[in-house]
């Protein structure tokens, strides 16, 4: 298995970019497959502290990375993320960086329909991002959408807007608003084409030569499974899928290409914005995980809710998304507890569950089963080997994946790069 994808296993937010720019400095491709610019990979290298929201990890290594077609690309944050990057010293040119000619855009229009509806919504609110993502996936999947290879024909784009115009301006008045302004919208694409077009190509080509030259290729999940248009905790999902399958259908390679799937996992679980959490701590517990994992979202800034592991959306989102391995996060923020509680079912109306009901409702009223075992009074930060781990912390570990029902990969101690512990090479055939 020479190529990697990794993909979140939780809500997202469970350190995937440590491991992503971990990874990346084996590999020849790093690829981001879904998703728009709400996804947010913290990367510590060294001193310096990069904050990504749409390039892939690989570009602060210099690592070639591209945007896969199934990611939807909102130009002008690209734009102002390569400007932030470029001024923190990282090279960023043609030659390691590529983006999907056939990519949806997110306009303008989008970023409009996405605050409307959720100022509307009232308690309904999902919690999105406001960003346009879902309204862009939304028009691709209406076959209205323009995409990179349209701002090359930018006078020939009547009849796409005709369709586009006819969509939003019916939804655009019913919230009382403007039809769409379509001399801007054109203004605004041709002023950020040339840009965009740099970068433009059949990255589905490029990355089979990559593949048949024998290198490796790193695949970069977005969010994580539970957030998963299909597989998670609907409505309050993002709009694409998130598990390790779209990795093909999202780069333009077939699903042989996937290798070793790498599942991201807290010690413990977390949530941005709505929807159900069974384990949620509302209490000096919580507080403390959040404060010990410095948990705030790195796109939105928002508080992050936290509770006790999940073993059970854990082992469903491994299930469903085929994970060989799981990397373990933030085990230090743990240190210093007298207890740890794992929940290992939920209660329902008197029934024991051992996955999570597809019903919101259902969803929402799960009770959490817990076994407790004994925390650890030392520091498990910075370790890099077992012998550096307390014994029960190990223990800890061993019974994750034991639940789960998949193995540890690796362990990570740190925000930094090094602090690391291998159990198995994602790399090795």
């Keep these: 298995m020479a190529n990697v994808t990794v993909i979140g296993a939780q809500w997202g937010d469970e350190g995937k970019g ?92 989008h970023r409009d329909l996405d605050g409307l509806r959720e100022a509307a919504a009232g308690s309904g609110k999902i919690g999105t991002t406001g960003r346009g993502i879902g309204p862009a996936y939304e028009d691709k999947v209406g076959r209205r959408a323009i995409r990179v290879c349209d701002l090359a024909h930018l006078d020939a784009l009547d009849s796409q807007l005709d369709r586009l115009c ?13 039809p769409v302004d379509r001399v801007r919208l054109i203004a605004d694409l041709k002023e950020i084409a040339p840009f965009v077009l740099e970068y433009a190509q059949p990255v589905w080509k490029r990355l089979n030569k990559v593949r048949k030259a024998g290198a490796r290729i790193l695949f970069e999940g977005a969010q994580g499974v539970l957030l998963d248009v299909d597989h998670g905790t609907y409505p309050f999902v993002t709009s694409s899928n998130t598990v390790s399958g779209t990795a093909a259908a999202g780069s333009g390679l077939g699903p042989s290409a996937a290798g070793f799937v790498l599942g991201i996992v807290k010690a413990y679980t977390t949530r941005v914005g709505s929807g159900p959490f069974p384990t949620e701590l509302e209490d000096e517990t919580g507080q403390r995980l959040g404060e010990r994992g410095h948990e705030f979202g790195t796109v939105t800034g928002r508080k992050r809710r936290c509770g006790w592991f999940d073993a059970v959306i854990v082992r469903q989102s491994c299930a469903v998304s085929g994970v060989t391995g799981i990397a373990l996060t933030k085990l230090d923020v743990l240190d210093g507890f007298e207890t740890i509680k794992i929940c290992t079912g939920y209660r329902l109306n008197g029934k024991v569950y051992d996955y999570l009901p597809a019903h919101a409702a259902d969803q929402a009223s799960v009770e959490p089963i817990y076994e407790e075992m004994p925390g650890w009074q030392e520091t498990t930060a910075g370790a890099r080997s077992w012998a550096d781990l307390p014994a029960q912390a190990i ?35």
């Excluded at 310096?48 to 945007?67: A, D, E, F, R």
């Excluded at 800890?396 to 740190?414: F, K, N």
Aim: with cysteine.
């Design 395 to 429: 223990k800890y570990i061993s019974r994750v994946q034991e639940l789960i029902e998949t193995p540890v990969a690796l362990v990570s101690t740190s925000p930094e790069r090094e602090d690391t512990i291998l159990v198995r090479d994602p790399f090795a055939d």
């Design 166 to 178: 006819a969509h939003h301006d019916a939804l655009r008045a019913g919230f009382g608003e403007p």
């Design 18 to 109: 440590k491991i992503v720019d971990w990874l990346a400095e084996r590999v020849d491709a790093v690829v981001r497959f879904q998703g728009g610019h709400n996804a947010g990979h913290t990367l510590v290298v060294g001193e310096n502290v990069y904050k990504l929201s749409l390039l892939p990890s690989g570009i602060v290594t210099g690592t070639l990375s591209i945007i896969g077609n199934g990611v939807v690309l909102d130009p002008w944050a690209l734009r102002d993320e390569m400007a932030k990057l470029r001024g923190q010293g990282v090279s960023i040119t043609t030659e390691n960086f590529a983006l999907a000619d056939n990519c949806a855009l997110i306009l303008p229009i």
